[in-house]
Structure formats: C-alpha cells, structure tokens
C-alpha cells in the first residue's frame, strides 16, 4: 500500500477542497480584520489558525460530507454543503491543535504546531513567564476559536443535522480521551487498539461527515439511509486510521508532516503495537515494555523497533486488516442509497484513502 501522496487526488476530492478553503480563509481573512481594528495583537491566534488550516490536509472529511450531501438528492451548488465542509475541517484543525499539546508534538504539516511557535514567540519577546505554558494557552484559545467558527458554519442546518454534527463532537472528545487513557496505561489489548481508532478518527473522518450530508439534504429520509452509509463509512474511517497508524512508524517524515517514529516516543496504543506486544519474545518484549513510549528513544531503536514490528508480523497483519476493510467499503459503496455518480466517488475515494489503483 502506498501512502496518500503517492496517488493522484482524485476530482471527487479535488474540486470540493478547493471551494472549502476559499470559505474559511474568507471567514478567517474577514474576522483578523475585524479583530486587528480592535487591537492589533488579537491578529495572532487567527493568524495562526489560518496557517495551519491551509498548511496541508486533503479536505477528505468535505468530500465524504459533500457526496452524501449530492448522494441524497442535494444540489452540488448549494453553499450549505460547502459551509458543513468548512465546520468539519475546523473541528478537525480545534482537535489537531489541542492534540498537539496534549501530545507534546513538536510539527505539524511539516511546520510548528500551535503551541511551539507562541512558545517561542514568548521566548524571543523576553516577556514574563514561562514560554511553554504560554504557548499551550495561545494553541488552545486557537483550537477554541476553531471550535467556535465550526459552529457558527453549520448556523440555520437542519435538526437532524445539527444533531449528526453534535454525536460527531462528542465521539472527538470521547476517542481523544480514550487515547490519553491507553498511552497512561500503556494498553496493549487490540480490540482496546481498534476502539481508539474507530472513535478518535475513524467515525468522524468518513462515517459521521456522510451522515451529515445526508442529514442536510434530506433529514426526512436520514433514518433509513444511516445504516448503509455507516456499512460503508465505519470500515474505511478505520482503515484510514489504521493506514495513519502504519505511516506514523514506517512513511516518510517529508510526507507525514511529522517526525517518524513520533508515535513510538509517545507510546501511542495502536493496533500494530499492541499484536507486536502479543507476538514478541525475549528481547523483543523487553524492547518493547522498556523502550516503547520513552520520550528519548533514539533513531537506532526506531529501527529496532520497525524491525520488530516486521519479525512479529504485526505490520503485515494490520496491511491485512487495512485491505480487508476497504473491500468491505468499496462492497458497501456498490449498495449505498445513493445517486450512482455519488456511490462511483465514494468508491473512488476508498481507494484513495488506501492508497489502492484498483
């Protein structure tokens, strides 16, 4: 499997991406200027939201939104779809920003994470205090800020879609915690593994945006095409993650946007290390219980442990995996309720998002 960058974006991703970043750095161009005239200094925050939301990502979670929203009988000129784009895609930079801190990331999309560039801000000024707490109270009010404008997006949509985007947020928080909790832990139980996956990223990268789409085209028939668009979305989010999962440890750091190895530093509890854990032996398990999640694990056992994850057969188990719930997707996309062109770029986009040509 290749990873994201190695395969063309597909139109069915393309065309909505651009018209969603045209709406937020209108939004965000308009409110740095309303706020500069107040006071000069509350550019920012907003300019460092805008930084990152237009630094790098593939807009997926519009795309999936867009063709439930176009599936469902939706006109694809309507501006609400694309402002549903937008909400999603600043809920995504808010949980991007405060995971940064919570996780102590240094990079994001190949460039500083919130909370280091206010961080040194503070630093270079020479103001009171300390620099790193700072810069975490700077990146969080910005992840707010985020959270605030994903809100005010989706003003006027449908009940029933408001009520989606509302079980969205709180499957974020919910998976979020879920996460701090298994690295506290240092969980190695797989099916703990895949829960994290599943509500951290997978349900709201592909399976809630097209709930949402649906919802705001037709609320009236939501209920009856939620579980088709679930049969598809819950497989690929996971696979999606999963695929994150396996780039974090073995892709390239130019593509990521992050440091390889990162994950292994903060012994994140993912699949591929938790059947590591229950394959390895001797030192290999002693590798894993002493090393794995240590802040100063150095690039000689990165390796090691890539290696391991090779010898166990983990990585080759989770590619298993992956490959396994793509052809469920792209199964499920064949029998979606949808108009035909939405159920071709949905299947497109599985194929994408695996980094599949076929």
């Not at 970043?21 to 300019?47: H, V």
């Not at 598809?232 to 190895?261: R, S």
Request: hydrophobic share 45%.
């Amino acid at each position: 499997m290749g990873s994201l960058s190695q395969v063309t974006i597909p139109s069915a991703l393309a065309d909505v991406a651009a018209r969603v970043d045209a709406t937020i750095t209108s939004c965000l161009d308009a409110d740095a200027e309303r706020w500069n005239d107040l006071d000069a200094d509350l550019a920012a925050p907003l300019a460092s939201l805008r930084r990152l939301v237009l630094s790098g990502g593939k807009r997926l979670r519009p795309a999936f939104c867009y063709w439930g929203f176009v599936g469902s009988g939706g006109s694809p000129e309507d501006p609400a779809v694309i402002n549903a784009g937008a909400a999603l895609e600043l809920l995504h930079s808010f949980a991007l920003i405060h995971d940064d801190v919570m996780d102590g990331s240094a990079l994001r999309h190949g460039t500083e994470a919130v909370h280091v560039e206010h961080s040194k801000r503070h630093a270079r000024a020479g103001w009171w205090g300390d620099p790193d707490r700072f810069g975490a109270g700077v990146a969080i009010l910005a992840g707010d800020l985020a959270f605030v404008y994903s809100d005010r997006f989706l003003a006027g949509a449908p009940a029933t879609a408001r009520a989606v985007f509302d079980e969205l947020r709180l499957e974020v928080n919910v998976g979020q915690y879920l996460d701090l909790l298994g690295t506290a832990r240092r969980s190695a139980d797989p099916s703990v593994a895949r829960r994290i996956c599943q509500y951290k990223s997978g349900k709201y990268t592909v399976e809630r945006p097209l709930h949402l789409g649906a919802a705001l085209a037709a609320p009236e028939r939501f209920a009856e095409a939620a579980g088709p668009l679930s049969a598809y979305g819950m497989p690929l989010g996971e696979a999606f993650q999963l695929k994150d999962d396996l780039l974090g440890v073995f892709g390239d750091a130019t593509v990521t946007g992050k440091p390889v190895g990162e994950d292994l530093r903060e012994g994140k509890p993912t699949l591929l290390h938790a059947l590591a854990r229950e394959a390895a032996t001797g030192a290999g398990r002693r590798l894993l219980d002493c090393r794995f999640g240590a802040p100063d694990l150095t690039p000689d056992e990165v390796a090691e442990l890539q290696d391991l994850f090779e010898a166990t057969g983990a990585r080759a188990r989770v590619e298993e995996i992956v490959d396994r719930l793509v052809d469920d997707a792209l199964g499920a996309a064949a029998r979606l309720p949808l108009t035909p062109r939405a159920c071709d770029a949905l299947a497109e986009l599985a194929r994408f998002v695996s980094g599949r040509d076929h």
